[in-house]
């Protein structure tokens, strides 16, 4: 697994299990987080600008990936918890 190597990096990885809530989507698709909901919320946190700015954007295409094809695997009928 990839864990974080710095403090920042913690800290982005804490924000990104926060917005969950906060999903973009389309009928049976997912199309990424309120990004603005997402970098008020880190700043609320105070987690660095620059962190966010580097890695939530990599993590978000990640996490849009993955749900998008879980929703396929179930046949568009919603992601397994």
């Keep these: 697994?990839?864990?974080?190597?710095?403090?920042?990096?913690?800290?982005v990885w804490d924000l990104v299990g926060r917005p969950g809530?906060?999903?973009?989507?389309?009928?049976?698709?997912v199309i990424g987080w309120d990004m603005s909901a997402a970098l008020a919320l880190?700043?609320?946190l105070g987690v660095p600008p620059l962190a966010m700015a580097e890695l939530l954007p990599?993590?978000?295409?990640v996490m849009v990936r993955k749900l998008n094809e879980e929703l396929a695997a179930n046949?568009?009928?919603g992601v397994r918890s």
């Excluded at 697994?1 to 913690?10: A, D, I, K, Q």
């Excluded at 809530?21 to 698709?29: F, T, Y």
């Excluded at 990599?58 to 295409?61: M, N, R, S, T």
């Design 21 to 29: 809530g906060q999903l973009r989507v389309l009928p049976g698709a």
């Design 42 to 44: 880190g700043d609320a």
């Design 58 to 61: 990599v993590i978000e295409a």
């Design 75 to 77: 046949g568009g009928s």
């Design 1 to 11: 697994m990839n864990l974080p190597e710095t403090p920042e990096g913690w800290q």
